[in-house]
């Protein structure tokens, strides 16, 4: 990553954002804004758990972490754009908790009011305490039209809305960062490689030590395991480990069912470095080799998925990727002796087998903000295909039964065609049984 010169800062081994980059996303979501406007960002809510103290761990919103990497609940940014010509002024204002011993006794130290300045690139910063009357003198004067799209931490939510309802000023609920936010930098790319590296790495492990008799939550145990050794890095969902015909529910999360001989294992797991999202999934024999059933069912999957990856290329659309998918699919599948037609008590329809997208956008959040349909370079998005085969389902030839298969990458949009982050992630039938076997 060094090599390429990516302005990437290491904080404590792990590459995060520099203070250039937010600087610079700022300046882009400026010259995005009409005249005399404004942009509100209130922080995530900070969740009780449980008791009246303890809360969930804390995640800040992608909206704020995109524009400031500020982390903590309780912050609001307004970005103000006034004046026209020479006259503009451009300026960023936070809101944040100031610096409090009592509380910084239970909870730790807090960024504070100059640390708002000085290390977040805050042009203005002010006491979250003060946000309705500083509010209030901010878009008093010179602001027309005020960006706030809500679904955060409501009740700051409120406080900002009795300013705006005062000043008569309505809310546009517009998001403006969505489409800064699916074109990723190369800033962003090396973060997410990161992210996909670790990830890759946990799921190798997973396979490594599998075994019959363990549980799912052994196997979770040990992805996150690698992903905490990483630098600490979160998982970006709630772990999947699907043991057998727990794979036919898609967000299985890991549980204490037994690993049996003789069951696949479906593995949905990635993690969070300096906010951007891993999302990888392997499918794999819980002993080591597949049956002829499952590794049929597993390199269809994988042709599909494979002629998706394919067809990623620029000015490509995601509707071209759905069918590269979707006609392996449907040839495969009547190879194998599948009825495929439309619904009926005869017949099976694809999406019956496959009900879900065939991917999503990733960035700070794992199905991350766009509305685009055609690719250009920098965009990043899962391709995901997945096959699940009810076990009680007669129209599906009996060996295939109670088998679910999902593979699923994280794929870069680059001048060249698609370049796979997850990479790592070993998946062809003789790879997968080579890593099981130790070779
Ligand atoms: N891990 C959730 C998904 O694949 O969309
Ligand atoms: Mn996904
Ligand atoms: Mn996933």
Redesign the pocket.
Known sequence: MSAKNIPIAWIDGVPTVTAQEYAARRAKLFDKLPDNSAVIVVSAAEVLRNGSDNTYTYRQRSDALYLSGFPEANSVIVLTKKGQGKARRQQFTLFVSRQDRASELWHGKRVGIEGARDDFGADRAYSITTLGGNLRKLLATGIEQVFFARGADSKLEARVAVVLKKLGRRELNSNLLDDLRLVKSEAELAIMSRSAQIAAFAHQLAMRSCAPGLAESDLKAEIEYVFTANGNACPSYDTIVAAGVNGLSLHHPAGRTPLADGDLVLI?AGCEVSGYAS?I?RTFPVNGRFSTAQREIYELVLAGQLAAIDAVKVGASLADLDKACSDVLKQGLKTLGFPLGKTSAKKIALHELFPHGL??W?GLD??DVGDAEILVPGMVL?I?PGLYLGKDDERIPKQYRGIAVRI?DDVVVREHGGEILSRDAVKTVAGIEALMAGL
């Open positions: 949905d999302d999934t991917g999503h990733l794992v199905h899962t995901e699923e």
